[in-house]
T-cell receptor
Framework: QKEVEQNSGPLSVPEGAIASLNCTYS??????FFWYRQYSGKSPELIMS????GDKEDGRFTAQLNKASQYVSLLIRDSQPSDSATYLC?????????????FGTGTRLLVSP | DGGITQSPKYLFRKEGQNVTLSCEQN?????MYWYRQDPGQGLRLIYY???????QKGDIAEGYSVSREKKESFPLTVTSAQKNPTAFYLC???????????????FGPGTRLTVL
């Protein structure tokens, strides 16, 4: 079992729709969860971080965390073609005081005009 | 204008050569990291440094070396011992290495290394 799992996609949604991206993780001790956006050929960009169960909203983005079920999701409202990218989920793993981030392989999102 | 810079953007290397990738940050972050990204795979940690003059191996350190002589700089050397060096190399930094909210990692633009 991978430490962090994401559906590779592509997830295709029409412009204006809600895109829902999901991520599951295996380490119950994880405390920090991150979503990165990566455009083709570019480096990852941090778009959301979440540390507590529930929802966290920032503009069109909402991160949802459920530690009991070990999943974290990202909702993108009013999806735009510019949101087309690969979204990486990252989860921390504490190892001798150092918080290592473990990354999923990413979900590719395609937003069609 | 704070951020992380990496150079060069593209690098071509002949087999048997060592090459050094540069990473500089002016965010005053204590922790710095090197990752490697291959198609279809997640980011894999090569080395990390929590503080100046200290660094630790990550998951795939074989064939790589680093130094951390200054807070701002964390260069990565890809040695000839690295069997499959062609990849996208990403440098990142965070305020520090632990504590809730403090390990948000920010990435530089990356260096794409190709071995000819």
């Amino acid at each position: 079992q991978k430490e962090v799992e994401q559906n590779s996609g592509p997830l295709s949604v029409p412009e204006g729709a809600i895109a829902s991206l999901n991520c599951t993780y295996s380490d119950r001790g994880s405390q920090s969860f991150f979503w990165y956006r990566q455009y083709s050929g570019k480096s990852p960009e941090l778009i959301m971080s979440i540390y507590s169960n529930g929802d966290k909203e920032d503009g069109r983005f909402t991160a949802q965390l459920n530690k009991a079920s070990q999943y974290v999701s990202l909702l993108i409202r009013d999806s735009q073609p510019s949101d087309s990218a690969t979204y990486l989920c990252a989860v921390n793993r504490v190892n001798t005081g150092f918080q290592k981030l473990v990354f999923g392989t990413g979900t590719r999102l395609l937003v069609s005009p | 204008d704070g951020g992380i810079t990496q150079s060069p953007k593209y690098l071509f290397r002949k087999e048997g050569q060592n090459v050094t990738l540069s990473c500089e940050q002016n965010l005053n972050h204590d922790a710095m990291y090197w990752y490697r990204q291959d198609p279809g795979q997640g980011l894999r940690l090569i080395y990390y440094s929590q503080i100046v003059n200290d660094f630790q191996k990550g998951d795939i350190a074989e064939g790589y070396s680093v130094s951390r002589e200054k807070k701002e700089s964390f260069p990565l050397t890809v040695t000839s011992a690295q069997k499959n060096p062609t990849a996208f190399y990403l440098c990142a930094s965070s305020i520090d290495f632990g504590g809730r909210g403090y390990n948000e990692q920010f990435f530089g633009p990356g260096t794409r290394l190709t071995v000819l």
